[in-house]
């Protein structure tokens, strides 16, 4: 009996199997085309021409390493390092603490607290683009918000053309970004927050733990793979600032917001160094890449990414 | 002590809320944070409050009213201007590159997530890897070769220039979304569907389509909001004015008008309406899907 139903059962299974493989293939087809055509092979073309002497129009030269080694010895690309290491370290300095302290208030369970949190998520509903040139307009020294602001309570001394002082444009555009992502940040800590079982701050309670204590004692600990997860996006996503850049100050005045994507561009699309600027890619790419592997391998980002902390 | 404290569980139990053991500090802990969360409230909403207001100023008013203030005689005549400079081109360009290209990173991601998630074999799971790996490498560093891959296709300065790398970049996060959805489906549904002769796309469409209906919708907000955003793309790979998208126009804009700015933050204001709507009727889809990856 149990023979005669296996019989034809075999061949079938077989036959699935094969399905599965050409489906496996197939279907697979269309987003790896797309995916390896203008993602992987332009990283590789990328890597081709750091090698290259090219202005884009007469055929590009191998030069070997000139470029790197031009690249090692340039104080500006140096200098354009550094500054995205800084918008790294201040991202997160800035941005950790404010945003865990916004998410864990909006998980609140007070009505007032989720009513402010529908304003707090507005800055998310603007591109960089135009959160750069609304800010562009409150920072203008001649008739922006915020000096108008300074002249009329009688701090006219403080006004300036905040994004035309060199010492102060880096810090000023930080600022900016902070404002437009830590929104972001602050939701994914608000997703984090909830997730926290009730019963610890219960515990804790008749313990005769304060707010305080909670926090440190309980919330903290308890974000920890957000607190990954949102570092993880800041220190890569630090790595792509361009656009809130090019509108607020193109990297000027002088080279004092120069970041690395942006040096790549202006090097590559103003400058028409083309080879030079592939360089300065795939230094960019490099550091993507390493980044994203350094935190994988020590926090786990993968468990924690399938951790649910969703809204 | 030991009374008082159940005396206040019982009441925090009707008030739903967290309460310290003292009263005098509870009044305090709830005052502190409520400060606290009025003046990020007015550090937030102050920058597009201005940018509103301000788009409803009059030039000659924006030189004198006082910028923090409502303006004196509101008027939509920015946006009036606004609209009648090619502002309806460069909206419909959007919506085309927008569609266009949700709908393409939806469709392949889909099929690629299916065979990923239901069909395990080294094959699959080397192709997931190969996207994973594509979630670090910055666009930006991409953006010279795909510069000259364009050019070389006669793409450049076109639609079309923007929705091919566009869905490139789109593809990876979008399978990871579905990848992580898909998996939860019981394996045993999808077994017995197999075994009762119903191919790869019947089961497609009939069981994993419906049962990951929300990451699609996460997918299709995040992407789509991606795309309206997206600055570099275009910055290189356009140049005509009949091919321009929103950035860029806006961009476009304040180098036309430099100190016109009502008239470019109604520009602003307006290039930004239909995420604002999307916000307004969908907020828990948009906050959701804008955490797409992180969230399941």
Same mark, same amino acid.
């Given at each position: ?61 191998? =030069? +070997? %390493?000139?470029?790197?080694?031009? &690249? ?8 354009? @390092? *550094?500054? /995205? !290491? #800084? ?43 135009? =959160? +750069? %040139?609304?800010?562009?307009?409150? &920072? ?8 108008? @602001? *300074?002249? /009329? !309570? #009688? ?61 440190? @004692? ?94 | ?296």
């Amino acid at each position: 009996m149990s023979t005669a139903i296996q019989a034809p059962q075999a061949p079938r299974l077989a036959n699935v199997s094969e399905r599965a493989n050409q489906v496996a293939i197939l279907w697979t087809l269309p987003a790896l085309a797309f995916y390896i055509l203008f993602a992987i092979i332009p990283l590789f073309i990328a890597v081709y021409l750091s090698f290259t002497n090219w202005n884009g129009l007469s055929d590009a030269t191998w =030069i +070997g %390493l000139k470029n790197w080694i031009a &690249l090692f010895s340039d104080s500006v690309t140096g200098h354009a @390092l *550094l500054l /995205t !290491i #800084g918008v790294m370290i201040i991202s997160w300095i800035v941005q950790t603490p404010l945003s865990l302290l916004i998410g864990v208030f909006m998980a609140g369970q007070q009505r007032y607290r989720s009513v402010l949190s529908v304003f707090y998520f507005v800055p998310l509903l603007f591109s960089a683009v135009a =959160i +750069g %040139l609304t800010w562009v307009s409150i &920072l203008d020294p001649n008739f922006g918000l915020l000096d108008t @602001l *300074l002249k /009329t !309570i #009688g701090l006219a001394s403080l006004a300036k053309g905040w994004l035309g002082d060199p010492n102060l444009a880096f810090f000023v555009v930080m600022a900016i970004i902070c404002w437009e992502f830590i929104p972001f940040h602050a939701l994914l800590y608000l997703g984090g927050a909830r997730q926290i079982p009730r019963e610890l701050y219960e515990a804790a309670r008749i313990d005769g733990a304060g707010p305080v204590q909670n926090l440190f @004692l309980i919330t903290i600990p308890q974000l920890k793979y957000t607190i990954v997860t949102s570092t993880t996006l800041m220190f890569t996503g630090s790595l792509t600032y361009f656009d809130l850049f090019w509108v607020t100050t193109q990297g000027g005045p002088g080279y004092a917001t120069r970041v690395l994507p942006l040096h790549m561009y202006i090097t590559a699309f103003q400058n028409e160094q083309i080879g030079y600027g592939s360089a300065l890619a795939v230094l960019l790419a490099f550091f993507g890449i390493v980044l994203s592997i350094v935190l994988l391998r020590f926090t786990g980002f993968t468990r924690m990414a399938s951790q649910r902390e969703g809204l | 002590m030991g009374v008082s404290t159940l005396q206040e569980k019982a009441a925090d139990r009707q008030q739903q809320d967290r309460k310290p053991t003292l009263q005098r500090r509870n009044v305090w802990w709830e005052i502190i944070p409520a400060v606290f969360g009025v003046i990020w409230l007015l550090i937030t909403i102050s920058p597009v409050l201005y940018m509103f207001m301000t788009s409803l100023r009059p030039l000659t008013d924006f030189f004198t009213d006082i910028p923090w203030l409502p303006p004196s005689h509101p008027t939509l005549a920015n946006y009036v201007d606004i609209l009648s400079r090619d502002f309806g081109l460069y909206f419909a360009n959007t919506v085309f590159v927008t569609v266009l290209s949700v709908l393409l990173i939806v469709v392949v991601s889909i099929f690629a997530a299916y065979a990923i998630s239901k069909i395990r074999n080294r094959y699959t799971q080397t192709v997931f890897n190969l996207f994973l790996v594509g979630l670090a490498i910055p666009l930006q560093a991409t953006i010279i070769p795909i510069y000259a891959m364009i050019t070389d296709l006669h793409l450049y300065d076109t639609l079309f220039a923007l929705i091919l790398p566009g869905v490139a970049f789109g593809i990876p996060l979008s399978i990871l979304v579905l990848v992580t959805y898909i998996r939860d489906i019981p394996k045993e549904l999808h077994e017995s569907m197999l075994l009762d002769g119903a191919g790869h796309f019947r089961i497609l469409r009939s069981l994993v389509l419906p049962l990951s209906r929300p990451a699609l919708i996460t997918v299709v907000i995040y992407e789509t909001i991606q795309v309206w955003n997206s600055f570099l793309f275009p910055l290189v790979l356009t140049q005509s004015s009949n091919v321009r998208v929103l950035p860029l126009a806006l961009w476009s804009y304040q180098g036309q008008y430099t100190t016109n700015v009502p008239a470019i933050l109604a520009a602003v204001f307006l290039s930004a309406t239909p995420i604002i709507l999307l916000y307004i009727f969908g907020r828990r889809q948009l906050l959701g899907g804008l955490t797409a990856g992180f969230s399941k």
